[in-house]
């Protein structure tokens, strides 16, 4: 199954279905949570045509703050009015001293980090009644780091019992940002914990840094790293992520089709979308 | 909390220089990279403010309006988990801070709550709609209103005019805005004091136009209530045909 992340710019092309056919779309929940009117008219329309996953963006799993319980309670409530099986969010933090930041802030890899989030991914596993799904996070500096990023994940999906968003560009921006192999880095991750794939473009902005941008089309070495990482991995779904500069439709189905034909020749078995 | 008081300082230093740009010194950083992040996060919160406010955004001069989002964004610990909410907070930073009067922009408390009531309505959950029969007496009986609506009052008659001439006609205004079922439009009708007088008292004290009229007299001095009664019927029936009145029972 091939998803697209699914966006008011263009929620008339995924009524439609006309040019985009993905297989099932991808919301941010806190997007859409306690929204009526226009939108939720359009939303529900949405989720009478295509199945629904949720990719969260202020859990803050990272966090030092408190889970926030009515975030939490209304999350569930969600998911369960859309049916929604599959629940991921990002491993970082986007809330601190009691102030959202809207964006993902790296967490120091450390010991007591993966001993605090693996504590709150159960109470969040327990609360919500599913399993989650941690998604690898891009990062442009370490901070405070205490050892490397593949054994600060690797640790958090053992000791949680999580499963892994595995962002295929995450890898590739930081095997970039931070020089090394990304290849290496797929090979060592705990590949039966992946549930899920987000795939997107990105940006370089110098000779040394690229941003996650959702806003370009995925490069021709991000697509071999798909295929690298398909070839290792048992079939799930893959979500295109485009949130910026919308290209014509056609252009993102070429990008959908071109991941289908990956698939296609890399899986024989159908991926559902099931966590 | 089972981090260290080593890995909580780096998270919360991280977090405090993303919104006030004070050089922090945290271990391993890869140099030049830390201000991603505040550009990164800074760009969210301008973006949003700036697209809720698309006329406050127009009329202020630049510099202010670079200031009230640099102070929001490094003073105001953002609460809401839901960007879109955003904008309400960044209302009351701007009210409790005294912002229009520090800059003498008389209008933009007016104009903030405007814009962020339009928002508001546009987007917030649905409300049980319970239609019903138009088979009353408009005077008599009860009157329904489209439960989607928000009735502001206004120190400058912004809903009017662009802020440049409202600001010059200060005065006490009323606008209803209330959100259509069918399309999820929003739709503004400027209101005299008594017509949103009555839209308070219907709404809030389930009161008949009568019971209201009796009122009347305590608000206005010389008035022909006859007239009032003659007028106040005219205004039912029109917001019958825009839809704000939904029975009369």
């Known amino acids: 199954m091939i998803g697209l992340g699914y966006r008011r710019d263009f929620a008339e092309e995924f009524i439609s279905g006309s040019i985009i056919k993905p297989d099932f779309v991808e919301v941010a929940p806190e997007n859409w949570i306690g929204i009526g009117g226009y939108w939720k008219k359009q939303f529900n329309q949405i989720a009478d045509k295509y199945k629904i996953a949720c990719h969260g963006l202020s859990l803050s799993i990272g966090s030092p703050d408190p889970l926030d319980f009515i975030f939490l309670k209304n999350l569930k409530a969600f998911l369960k009015e859309y049916n929604i099986d599959i629940y991921s969010e990002h491993l970082s933090y986007a809330k601190c001293d009691n102030a959202h930041l809207y964006d993902l802030l790296p967490i120091p890899f450390r010991e007591d980090a993966v001993t605090h989030i693996v504590e709150r991914i159960k109470i969040v596993q327990d609360y919500l009644e599913r399993p989650f799904i941690m998604e690898n996070v891009s990062y442009y500096t370490p901070v405070a780091a205490e050892m490397d990023e593949l054994t600060f994940i690797n640790a958090i999906l053992e000791q949680s019992g999580c499963k892994l968003l595995l962002d295929v560009n995450n890898v590739y921006v930081n095997s970039f940002n931070h020089n090394y192999n990304a290849k290496s880095f797929i090979d060592g991750l705990l590949l039966d914990k992946v549930a899920y794939i987000h795939m997107a473009g990105h940006l370089q902005i110098s000779d040394d840094l690229i941003i996650d941008t959702h806003g370009e089309a995925i490069i021709d070495p991000v697509f071999d790293l798909f295929d690298y990482t398909a070839g290792k991995i048992q079939p799930v779904p893959i979500l295109l992520e485009r949130d910026f500069n919308i290209p014509e439709m056609i252009e993102l189905q070429g990008e959908i089709n071109k991941l289908k034909a990956i698939t296609n020749l890399r899986w024989s078995k159908k991926h559902e979308l099931i966590a | ?249």
């Open chain 2, 1 to 249: 909390m089972n981090l260290s008081l080593d890995t909580y300082t780096a998270q919360s230093q991280l977090a405090k220089y993303c919104r006030d740009g004070i050089a922090v010194d945290l271990l391993g950083l890869t140099p030049n990279r830390l201000s991603q992040y505040r550009r990164l996060v800074f760009n969210i919160i301008k973006d949003n403010i700036e697209n809720a406010f698309p006329i406050a955004y127009k009329y202020l001069p630049a510099e202010i309006w670079e200031e009230l989002v640099y102070d929001f964004f490094s003073i105001h610990p953002c609460q809401n988990y839901q960007v879109w909410k955003l904008p309400k907070e960044f209302v009351d930073f701007v009210i409790d801070n005294n912002y229009a009067k520090k800059h003498e922009i008389h209008y933009l408390t007016d104009l903030l709550n405007f814009e962020w009531a339009e928002m508001e309505l546009y987007n917030m959950a649905d409300k049980p709609y319970n239609y019903g029969s138009f088979e009353g007496d408009i005077i008599n009986d009860k009157i329904k209103f489209n439960p989607e609506f928000i009735l502001l009052p206004l120190e400058f008659p912004i809903h009017i005019y662009p802020p440049t001439i409202a600001t010059e006609k200060k005065g006490n205004y009323f606008v209803l805005l209330f959100r259509e079922k069918e399309s999820g439009k929003i739709q503004f009708v400027d209101l005299s004091v008594w017509y949103s007088f009555l839209i308070e008292q219907v709404s809030q004290n389930d009161l008949t136009i009568n019971q209201i009229l009796n009122y009347a007299p305590q608000l206005f001095s010389n008035i022909s209530i006859d007239e009032l009664k003659t007028n106040t019927i005219l205004f039912i029936k029109s917001m019958i045909t825009k839809k704000f009145v939904i029975a009369i029972e």
